[in-house]
């Protein structure tokens, strides 16, 4: 069974209507002591780092979910739930993040080297291109997913799965241990969305099979 956190920032209906599609178990909740008794997580998002973040710490979700990521729990993060994961943002001023993974999230500059500027949000299409394996991206080779974002993190490429170019190159899948997050959205992202989901539940299936 997937818990899907709702701290009312986070695109519930595509994602919960992508896991049923495939038939997957889940349900929706605020509640750790619902949570609690998820086997896998997922923590949807959009909208400002410092605002989730703030909403977080008062539902008392920052706390369970470390918890439940110390103990093992899969977490898969995304758009912004991805950006959380990691250690700090500069979004509306420094806010520290959950800090699963090392790294920092900055705007994209919408201006290249040569000093020609570009539209940011980064939305719409582009390639995967992999980076590291990982069973998320089981059975996948690459493709088209889709982004709608303003920041992406800077971090150590061990932790980068897959990246795609906006003029930066943009860490798109990242991951650590039983932590996952895409910066697009896989549920928006077509068959090869749906493959990384498919994945996800896979990873969490077999944590609870062990």
């Known amino acids: 069974m997937i818990g899907i956190i709702d701290y009312g920032m986070g695109n519930l209906y595509s994602v919960s209507k992508a896991l049923e599609r495939m038939s997957y178990d889940y349900f929706i909740s605020s509640s750790p002591d619902e949570l609690g008794k998820a086997d896998g997580l997922i923590l949807p998002g959009v909208g400002s780092f410092k605002d989730a973040m703030e909403i977080l710490h008062e539902t008392g979700l920052v706390l369970f979910i470390k918890e ?12 912004l739930g991805m950006q959380l994961l990691f250690e700090e943002s500069e979004e509306n ?6 800090g699963f993974l090392k790294g920092r999230i900055t705007k994209i500059p919408g201006v290249t080297a040569s000093g020609d500027s570009y539209k940011v949000p980064h939305m719409g299409w ?3 291109e992999l980076k590291n394996p990982s069973p998320l991206l089981q059975g996948i080779a690459g493709g088209h997913v889709y982004f ?3 920041y992406y993190a800077t971090t150590d490429n061990k932790n980068v799965i897959a990246s795609s170019t906006y003029d930066v190159e943009v860490p798109a899948v990242v991951g650590k241990e039983n932590v996952f997050g895409t910066q697009f959205h896989p549920e928006k992202s077509s ?6 989901l498919q994945n996800y539940a ?9």
């Not at 990873?203 to 609870?208: A, L, R, S, T």
């Open 68 to 79: 439940s990521v110390a103990k093992g729990t899969p977490l898969l993060g995304i758009c």
């Open 93 to 98: 001023g420094q806010t520290k993040g959950l």
């Open 126 to 128: 582009n390639d995967l």
């Open 148 to 150: 709608v974002h303003s």
């Open 191 to 196: 068959d090869l969305g749906l493959k990384i």
């Open 202 to 210: 896979a990873i969490v299936e077999k944590k609870v099979t062990r």
